[in-house]
């Protein structure tokens, strides 16, 4: 199934294998069980995906059961967290908000590979480009993305991909 948007400059696909529910009047995708939505070179996985088609934004979580709880797996990570593809660049995280048309997004208890380093952080925000601002992280060369054993610890971090980290 597919959409194209008068905001954006290409066709927004999505897909899930459990359902899609569409809120005509509010103009909102609800998409759950192995939720993608593409576009360009972006993807964005996860077991829940909301998709606002007036603001262009999607956000998009795990599992949670019926008390309101994450639900994990056997490793410790939540059941289908988000993941955001953009470029090659990977990131694993508890929610991810993003706006297509912008290109800019707030990713919450996020980890991602840059370099031979590995980046934790409790929020990131995505700047145009690839920029990324991280509050409250981690930075590590330790490959134990749960719990690394040995990291420095940063309040801010400002990642220019492919460049450099400040």
Same mark, same amino acid.
């Given at each position: 199934?597919?959409?194209?948007?008068?905001?954006?400059?290409?066709?927004?696909?999505?897909?899930?294998?459990?359902?899609?529910?569409?809120?005509?009047?509010?103009?909102?995708?609800?998409?759950?069980?192995?939720?993608?939505?593409?576009?360009?070179?972006?993807?964005?996985? %996860?077991?829940? +995906?909301?998709? #606002?088609?007036?603001?262009?934004?999607?956000?998009? /979580?795990? &599992?949670?059961?019926?008390? !309101?709880?994450?639900?994990?797996?056997?490793?410790?990570?939540?059941?289908?967290?988000?993941?955001?593809?953009?470029?090659?660049?990977?990131?694993? %995280?508890?929610? +991810?908000?993003? #706006?297509?048309?912008?290109?800019?997004?707030?990713? /919450?208890? &996020?980890?991602?590979?840059? !370099?031979?380093?590995?980046?934790?952080?409790?929020?990131?925000?995505?700047?145009?480009?690839?920029?990324?601002?991280?509050?409250?992280?981690?930075?590590?060369?330790?490959?134990?993305?749960?719990?690394?054993?040995?990291?420095?610890?940063?309040?801010?971090?400002?990642?220019?991909?492919?460049?450099?980290?400040?």
């Amino acid at each position: 199934t597919s959409n194209n948007s008068s905001a954006i400059k290409s066709k927004v696909e999505y897909e899930a294998s459990d359902s899609i529910s569409v809120d005509v009047k509010n103009q909102k995708l609800y998409l759950y069980g192995n939720a993608v939505v593409h576009y360009e070179t972006m993807v964005l996985k %996860a077991a829940y +995906i909301e998709f #606002n088609m007036i603001d262009n934004i999607a956000y998009s /979580r795990g &599992v949670i059961d019926s008390a !309101g709880r994450i639900v994990l797996d056997s490793t410790g990570r939540q059941v289908g967290e988000p993941v955001f593809t953009d470029a090659q660049k990977d990131f694993n %995280a508890k929610e +991810i908000t993003y #706006n297509f048309e912008t290109k800019k997004g707030k990713i /919450r208890e &996020v980890t991602t590979k840059e !370099g031979e380093a590995f980046i934790h952080a409790s929020i990131a925000k995505k700047d145009t480009g690839d920029v990324y601002y991280i509050k409250n992280g981690k930075y590590t060369t330790c490959n134990n993305n749960l719990h690394p054993h040995f990291y420095l610890n940063v309040s801010k971090l400002k990642i220019i991909r492919d460049d450099k980290i400040i």
